[in-house]
Structure formats: structure tokens, C-alpha cells
């Protein structure tokens, strides 16, 4: 069983940069890829970033290459988003989610991959 409890999100101008964090427990982090996922009212979940258990590799949605970086420190079994240059259009409740593939070799932005979700963060972009 792996809990995840995200933080970090909150109200923000167009513009501006918030860093959410994923706390993970339970089970040996290091193995598996986390991704993060944004969804809003009435509409799919879609991909943002994920990243493999090694921090070696990462890969980005479309909408958020350039601006959105993903990082992970194992020692603490936490997952970043720094999200910068934020738009109006990233406001989304925001997910991350565990593999549930032990060491993945090719990220995936399918969230039917991932197994372990935490409860949401939400994040909100003024105009």
C-alpha cells in the first residue's frame, strides 16, 4: 500500500510560479516512476509530468514543456512540480500518482498506468 499527500498549491497571478510537493510511504520509492496529472471540473485527467524512479529521466505534456519541471528527492520520497510562467488555463485540481510498473524503462502518460493517487492539490491562475 503507498500513501501520497500533496501540497503546495493555492491561488497565484498569471505569470507567477508555485512548486508542489508529493509525499510518498509506503512501499520502496526509488523503484517506481511518479507522474502528475491536473484534471478540472467536467473533463478528463489529463498528463503533466512524470519522472523515473531514478530521477533520470523525465517527460512532459505538450501544454507544460518549457515551463513545468519535474524532480524527485529519494532520500525524503517526495516528488516536485515547479510550475513557473503559470497561465489561467493550469488551473486544475493537480495529482501525482505511482507506477505501478516497478522500474519502468519508458514513462508513461496514461493514468491508467499509475495505481497509488493521492487526494489533489488544487491550484488556481488569475487573469
Given at each position: 500500500?503507498v500513501?501520497?499527500v500533496e501540497s503546495?498549491g493555492?491561488?497565484?497571478?498569471?505569470?507567477?510560479?508555485?512548486?508542489?510537493?508529493?509525499?510518498?510511504?509506503?512501499?520502496?520509492f526509488?523503484?517506481y516512476?511518479v507522474?502528475?496529472?491536473?484534471?478540472?471540473?467536467?473533463?478528463?485527467?489529463?498528463?503533466?509530468?512524470a519522472?523515473k524512479?531514478s530521477?533520470g529521466?523525465?517527460?512532459?505534456?505538450?501544454s507544460?514543456k518549457?515551463?513545468?519541471?519535474i524532480?524527485?528527492?529519494?532520500?525524503?520520497?517526495?516528488?516536485?512540480l515547479?510550475?513557473n510562467s503559470?497561465?489561467?488555463e493550469d488551473?486544475?485540481?493537480?495529482?501525482?500518482?505511482?507506477?505501478r510498473?516497478l522500474?519502468?524503462?519508458?514513462?508513461?502518460?496514461?493514468?491508467?498506468e499509475?495505481?497509488?493517487w493521492?487526494?489533489?492539490?488544487?491550484v488556481?491562475?488569475?487573469s
Open positions: 500500500q500513501q501520497l503546495g493555492g491561488l497565484v497571478q498569471a505569470g507567477g510560479s508555485l512548486r508542489l510537493s508529493c509525499a510518498a510511504s509506503g512501499r520502496t526509488s523503484n516512476a507522474g502528475w496529472f491536473r484534471q478540472t471540473p467536467g473533463k478528463q485527467r489529463d498528463f503533466v509530468a519522472i524512479g530521477g529521466s523525465t517527460y512532459y505534456g505538450d507544460v518549457g515551463r513545468f519541471f524532480s524527485r528527492d529519494n532520500a525524503k520520497n517526495t516528488v516536485y515547479q510550475m503559470l497561465k489561467p488551473t486544475a485540481v493537480y495529482y501525482c500518482a505511482v507506477d510498473v522500474l519502468r524503462f519508458v514513462l508513461s502518460s496514461s493514468d491508467s499509475y495505481n497509488y493521492g487526494q489533489g492539490t488544487q488556481t491562475v488569475s
